[in-house]
């Protein structure tokens, strides 16, 4: 038997004006786009944008349906964009905001499970890590230097 131990790194900024300016740019797009977010009945609002190697930048937020499993995350709207607009761009970054309607959150908050699968299918994709870096509403961001810090042991092709 042996034990293996799995660790993730990520950097905590205190907020975005300690970000890097093309990043703070980029995390100010994801929360416009948090702003434009469907979601009539969570209220939860998540905003998404990405930057890609052509310096197109692409946004998506969540759009809820009443047949909740029809809805999409906001990440998954923008990485399905991104895909299917600039197909052989690579995406460099990732800036995610989210939140209650209702109050502020202060709390960064990561991408759910079946995002991380779907950006860990790009990242397998371009064999490049994607920077993340996710927020609340309002406080501090947490940056990620690739989707394998916070997916270890993900499914990918090489198992088909």
């Known amino acids: 038997m042996k034990e293996v131990k799995i660790e993730s790194q990520l950097i905590v900024y205190n907020n975005v004006d300690e970000l890097p300016d093309n990043i703070a740019s980029l995390m100010e797009k994801a929360k416009e786009a948090r702003l434009r977010a469907y979601a009539p009945y969570s209220k939860f609002l998540v905003g998404a944008a990405i930057l890609l190697d052509n310096g197109e930048v ?53 991408p759910c499970g079946a995002c991380r699968q779907s950006i860990a299918e790009y990242e397998v994709k371009q064999d490049e890590p994607i920077e993340i870096y996710f927020m609340g509403t309002t406080g501090k961001v947490v940056k990620s230097h690739s989707l394998a810090n916070l997916l270890p042991l993900g499914f990918d092709r090489s198992f088909l």
């Open 58 to 110: 692409v946004t998506g937020n969540n759009q809820e349906n009443a047949s909740y499993p029809s809805g999409l995350c906001a990440e998954r709207t923008a990485i399905y964009y991104a895909g299917s607009k600039y197909p052989d761009a690579k995406i460099l970054s990732m800036a995610l905001t989210a939140g209650s309607q209702e109050q502020s959150n202060s709390t960064p908050i990561p």
